[in-house]
């Protein structure tokens, strides 16, 4: 009987013209493709019966979340084998078509591996209700991704518990890491926006309150910190509480559009605009520029994506961030221009980004145990998928992360920014 590796590698043939890119592995022991390459091993007729009943890359996310499939060497490596081949190939359908599944169907009769619908892996899958992007749904959005535990995230991220992409200003000095990246985030961030003593300062999407504490502590900005997220918004009141700036932060279970306070001397949004929605953006970049008093300044730290890659993918909208919404950078600007925003600034953080990441992932697995302990295997599985995944779009430009830094005009038509400003660049204090 022809090893199933052999069966296998045959039937992916039309796939990868070229040849397999990576090495398979059956259940039955059995391998085929290149010698040198991660290998993906089929575990159980399992996966093979999930990818019937769920074709493309949702199938294969979930069958590698419930164990059935799995990858020995470098996860990333893997991905990006397959993504450079499939990309080489030229243009391919989402999902295969009716000769492919009739061939899969075929391989799998002959395999033992026809049966019913496998049960869906153990992690919480999004499972959202209510019209796209109304504020009920975007709770249970911003809920499914954020929510899951501060534990998890304190065990995530380094003690800023800052979310998103970090600011490398020394990153060959072994004894600067996560948390340095993140604080010289944060004060550029502050820098940019030109904060003093007694700004106003309206923090939409908050997070776990880094900037908004940052602000406050080091320029004695008054904040107005704002998140949908229950799990958030109880962190950010203790860590508040704990460091006695009550007089200062002043934090809101609220959905952006329901802020009423205005204006601000300056507003920041990091990475909160991917979960706007596209038919929203055009409201929400107007809703930034009433938010802001004239001459005052926003800053929008933002992902983005191609012209053909709008959304996350079926896994990431899944199990990850559903209703997530991307677009190019240059539409970003110009639906910001469009609500009266001049924008002054756009500086992209792709590497920085890649890196932060990078830093993720290796705290994810030095520590596996511990996450596999808090939240159970397939949710950590989960992570290491979207990990590995996320920072390799980021190394090989298939995601970008910029921050824009933009200012409402004067009714006479000024900026009121200052027309060289390098100290934006200054590690390491603001002496």
């Known amino acids: ?173 072994p004894s600067y890491g996560p948390a340095d990246a993140q604080r010289d985030k944060l004060e550029l961030i502050c820098r940019k926006l030109g904060l003093f003593p007694g700004a106003r300062l309206l923090d939409i999407g908050c997070g776990w309150g880094s900037l908004s504490l940052y602000a406050a502590r080091e320029f004695k900005a008054h904040v107005t910190a704002v998140t949908l997220s229950r799990e958030q918004h109880d962190h950010v009141a203790a860590q508040v509480a704990r460091e006695g700036l009550g007089e200062l932060v002043d934090v809101r279970l609220r959905h952006y559009r329901d802020i009423a306070e205005a204006p601000h001397d300056a507003v920041c949004a990091v990475e909160m605009g991917e979960h706007v929605g596209d038919a929203q953006y055009p409201a929400f970049a107007a809703r930034l520029h009433t938010l802001l008093r004239p001459g005052g300044r926003l800053l929008v730290q933002q992902m983005s994506r191609g012209a053909g890659a709008r959304g996350g993918g079926a896994f ?15 539409e970003t600007v110009g639906l910001l221009e469009a609500a009266g925003l001049e924008v002054r600034s756009v500086e992209s953080l792709r590497e920085h980004y890649a890196r932060t990441i990078a830093a993720w992932h290796h705290t994810l697995e030095t520590r596996w145990t511990e996450f596999v302990a808090l939240a159970g295997e397939p949710t950590a599985r989960v992570w290491r998928l979207y990990l590995a995944g996320s920072g390799l779009a980021f190394r090989e430009r298939r995601m970008g992360v910029d921050q824009i830094l933009a200012v409402r005009p004067t009714p006479e038509g000024e900026a009121a920014m200052p027309p060289t400003p390098y100290d934006w660049y200054v590690p390491g204090g603001r002496g």
Request: glycine share 10%.
């Open 1 to 173: 009987m022809t090893p199933v590796a052999h069966r296998l590698a045959a039937l992916l043939a039309g796939h990868f013209p070229g040849g397999l890119p990576v090495r398979l592995r059956a259940w039955d022991g059995s391998e085929a493709g290149p010698p040198d390459a991660p290998v993906v091993v089929l575990r159980a007729r399992r996966a093979l019966r999930r990818l019937l009943w769920q074709p493309g890359e949702l199938g294969l996310a979930q069958a590698y979340i419930a164990g059935e499939l799995d990858v020995e060497g470098d996860l990333a490596d893997a991905l990006s084998r397959v993504w450079r081949t499939v990309r080489d190939s030229g243009p391919a359908p989402a999902a295969p078509g009716p000769r492919q599944l009739a061939a899969l169907s075929v391989t799998a009769l002959r395999l033992g591996a026809l049966g019913p619908r496998p049960p869906a892996p153990g992690a919480p899958q999004a499972r959202l209700r209510g019209a796209l992007h109304s504020t009920g749904r975007d709770r249970a959005a911003i809920s499914h991704h954020y929510d899951l535990s501060n534990d998890w995230y304190a065990l995530l991220l380094d003690e800023t518990m800052a979310y998103s992409c970090g600011y490398w200003t020394r990153p060959d000095d």
């Open 316 to 330: 990431i909208e899944s199990y990850i961030a559903p209703d997530m919404h991307m677009r190019p950078l240059g």
